[in-house]
């Protein structure tokens, strides 16, 4: 697996946590950092900062989507794993060029195997 800066995004405080506390307790060697942000805003402004090289987007935020996200930030450089709730937005989420999809609550061994892709 290759060097990991990831960006976690997600509206609810306790699924960022969740992700990261998986990430840094099992994924350590393929880590270099791990940051989170809780909106829209703050996703944009952390992609331009800290250059993640993988999102961990999730779909349904206030205001504006993870598609949002996408889509603001352009020609992204770093793969995508959606992180959400609703099934329904599979389809479109691979035509995004997500590596995954993963639906809530998300399992250890899911986000794990994911990583690995």
Avoid: C, W
Wanted: charged letters at 25%; zero cysteines.
């Amino acid at each position: 697996m290759k060097t990991l800066r990831i960006l976690i995004v997600d509206d609810e405080p306790n699924g960022r946590a969740y992700l990261q506390q998986v990430i840094e307790r099992y994924l350590t060697d393929d880590v270099v950092a791990v940051h989170s942000a809780g909106s829209y805003e703050e996703a944009v402004s952390a992609i331009k900062s800290f250059s993640p090289n993988l999102l961990l987007l999730d779909i349904e935020m206030p205001f504006k989507s993870g598609f949002d996200v996408l889509e603001t930030a352009g020609n992204l450089e770093a793969e995508v794993i959606f992180t959400t709730a609703f099934h329904q937005y599979a389809i479109k989420a691979f035509k995004y060029g997500a590596i995954d999809y993963l639906l809530k609550p998300i399992r250890r061994e899911e986000l794990e195997r994911s990583l690995e892709k």
